[in-house]
């Protein structure tokens, strides 16, 4: 079975930082790679998919890159409304995994 | 605008079934370029895939579940349904109903649109 890594498990960035996390993969899974964003008490939204493509009407500050088994999601200028969770998901091979998760706090 | 509603009760005994439907609006669950799935996240915790369905009837389900889980798709009424037998505290989580493409009938797990969820405890 794949395993999905994501890291950091958590960060603390200021206001207009540009933070990464990054999602790894057990194996290559092409582009098969989304990321979603999901807040307190909230459903996850997507953000990213197939590594890159930005979902309509998400912000331009976020952004996706990789492919095979290493992928970096970007956010290039934090905003209060960034903090959340942040979840990479792979879909190369069944089931559809998620990865653990990255919480983003404001410092 | 495209809503998924989940319904069904909030607290189930464990060994029973828990029954969940997801009653889709602003859009037809007949559409040939979608499929509806199942996701859960246990309290504090993080997303687990349970199955999908499309409107045809054809299933994928999580292997670690496939015993448990029965999908089953209402066209008529625009809803589908999740059934997961001999729970237990394990399954206590929020379940979300969720919307992804599909491609030429076969499924790409990009969830675009989500449920709000609805929290199922398993406890007697």
């Known amino acids: 079975d794949i395993q999905m890594t994501q890291s950091p498990s958590s960060l603390s960035a200021s206001v207009g930082d540009r933070v990464t996390i990054t999602c790894q993969a057990s194996q290559d899974i092409s582009n098969y790679l989304n990321w979603y964003q999901q807040k307190p008490g909230k459903a996850p939204k997507l953000l990213i998919y197939d590594a890159s493509n930005l979902e309509t009407g998400v912000p331009s500050r976020f952004s996706g890159s990789g492919s095979g088994t290493d992928f970096t999601f970007t956010i290039s200028s934090l905003q209060p409304e960034d903090i959340a969770t942040y979840y990479c998901q792979q879909y190369d091979n069944l089931p559809p995994l998620f990865g653990p998760g990255t919480k983003v706090d404001i410092k | 605008q495209l809503q998924l509603q989940e319904s069904g009760p909030g607290l189930v005994k464990p060994s029973e079934t828990l029954s969940l439907t997801c009653t889709v609006s602003g859009g037809s669950i007949s559409s040939s370029s979608y499929y509806w799935g199942w996701i859960r996240q246990p309290p504090g915790k993080g997303l687990e895939w349970i199955g999908s369905?499309?409107?045809?009837?054809?299933?994928y389900y999580n292997p670690s579940l496939k015993s448990r889980v029965t999908i089953s798709v209402d066209t008529s009424k625009n809803q589908f349904s999740l059934k997961l037998s001999s729970v237990t505290a394990a399954d206590t989580a929020v379940y979300y109903c969720?919307?992804?493409?599909?491609?030429?009938?076969?499924?790409?797990?990009?969830?675009?649109?989500w449920g709000q969820g609805t929290l199922v405890t398993v406890s007697s």
């Open positions: 369905i499309y409107y045809s009837g054809s299933t």
């Open positions: 969720a919307r992804h493409l599909a491609a030429a009938a076969d499924p790409l797990y990009y969830f675009d649109y």
